[in-house]
């Protein structure tokens, strides 16, 4: 079996784990290594990785000649959330003949926010003949694909409730402002308002896979950001929060079709949730014949998952017929353990 060769695109909190996890897959190849960041532009990746060897693969600021289908199959982008951000270097993608995994949330079904987009990205990949697919814990897992599988052993389906309560504690900066971490009450509500506080990114896309995969005719989504007040100290590397202050945003989202809410999606995301007795967990619940109630606990890890899936899916978006693809659209997510893992196909 020949090994799919791999360009990885943005190396850093997420693409520098998809990186590693490539390298221990028998049936994948790195071949090349994108990241704007002067610090690793230059380097050998296996420096930039810090895994003890060198990998003979140059970290480049543009992947220049190495963006041909004659030299890889597959980008796996790993740079931002936003469709819009990631056009310019999705357009030289999919125009050089190269597949795309990427994790942009947006890009998890960039039609729900972005139509004019997504047939864009259709288009381009459809005449070059390359598939592209957005994925990674949630938007592309845990409040979508899970859902829309559990229902698929329903006769109906009358109402869908999911949540996922986590722990930012492990998350960085950019994190923490974007969910308002560490600011006074006053302050998160000026940053919802402004925009700079923006919670979850993803709703809307998963939400429209759930509605477009069930049929629930889903035709507006209305979203609340609120502030988790602390009761207590809770810090972590990058942010103190006293009692009273804003330890994180529970992001609701719900899903009308026509007046009838069908599917709320609840996302509390905080840091340190269990100083105050919170447990971390994923919660499933659908209402229907027959009901179903899935619970995991702890979360399933963001950051581990989101390099797992998009890494397992490559050989399926290298084999999908050409276009925009979702993780609806794709042969379930499995590990990649061996050869059969690479050769499943729709
Ligand atoms: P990060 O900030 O640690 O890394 C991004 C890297 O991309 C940086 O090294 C940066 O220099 C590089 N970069 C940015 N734009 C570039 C460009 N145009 N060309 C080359 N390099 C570029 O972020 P991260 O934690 O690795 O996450 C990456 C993105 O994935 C974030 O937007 C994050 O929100 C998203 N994400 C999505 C999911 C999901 O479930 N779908 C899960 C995790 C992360």
Redesign the pocket.
């Known amino acids: 079996m020949r090994k799919i060769r791999v360009i990885q ?8 784990g998809m990186a590693r996890l490539v390298l221990e897959k028998d049936g994948l190849e790195l071949v090349g290594a ?4 002067p610090e ?1 532009v230059g380097k050998d990746l296996g420096d930039v990785l810090d895994i003890g060897r060198t990998l003979g693969v140059q970290v480049q ?1 543009d992947p220049g000649a190495m963006l041909d289908r004659a030299h890889a199959d597959v980008v796996v982008l ?4 936003w469709t819009a951000e990631q056009m ?2 999705l357009r030289r993608i999919l125009t050089a003949g190269v597949n795309c995994v990427s ?3 947006e890009m ?1 079904s960039p039609e729900a926010q972005h139509p004019e987009l997504a047939a864009e990205i259709d288009a381009l990949a459809k005449a070059h003949g390359v598939s592209v697919l ?8 845990v409040l979508d694909l899970l859902v829309v599988v559990l229902s698929g052993v329903c006769h109906r389906v009358d109402r869908i409730e999911a949540s996922r309560v986590n722990d930012l504690s492990p998350y ?1 900066p ?1 994190v923490m402002r974007t969910q308002g971490v560490g600011t006074t009450p006053e302050q998160f509500a000026a940053g919802v308002a402004d925009g700079s506080i923006v919670g979850h ?2 709703f809307p896309e998963s939400i429209r896979m759930i509605s477009d995969a069930l049929g629930l005719g889903v035709t507006r989504v209305e979203e609340s950001r609120e502030p988790i007040i602390s009761k207590v100290y809770r810090e972590t590397p990058h942010v103190q929060v006293g009692p009273g202050m804003v330890a994180g945003c529970a992001h609701i989202a719900t899903g009308f079709a026509g007046d009838k809410p069908v599917v709320k999606l609840v996302h509390p995301q905080q840091i340190h949730p269990h100083l105050e007795g919170q447990d971390t967990g994923d919660y499933i619940h659908i209402f229907g014949k027959p009901e179903i109630h899935m619970a995991t606990g702890p979360e399933i890890a ?2 581990i998952a ?1 390099m797992g899936l998009a890494v397992n899916m490559i050989p399926h978006v290298v084999a999908a017929t050409p276009g925009l693809k979702n993780m609806m659209d794709l042969p379930v997510p499995a590990a990649l353990m061996g050869d059969t893992a690479y050769r499943r196909r729709v």
């Open positions: 695109w943005g190396l850093g909190a997420m693409g520098s994108v990241d704007m960041r690793f600021a790993a740079t931002t959330s310019p270097d994790i942009a949330e998890a957005g994925t990674g814990v949630n938007p592309g897992f960085g950019t990114v993803g963001g950051g989101t």
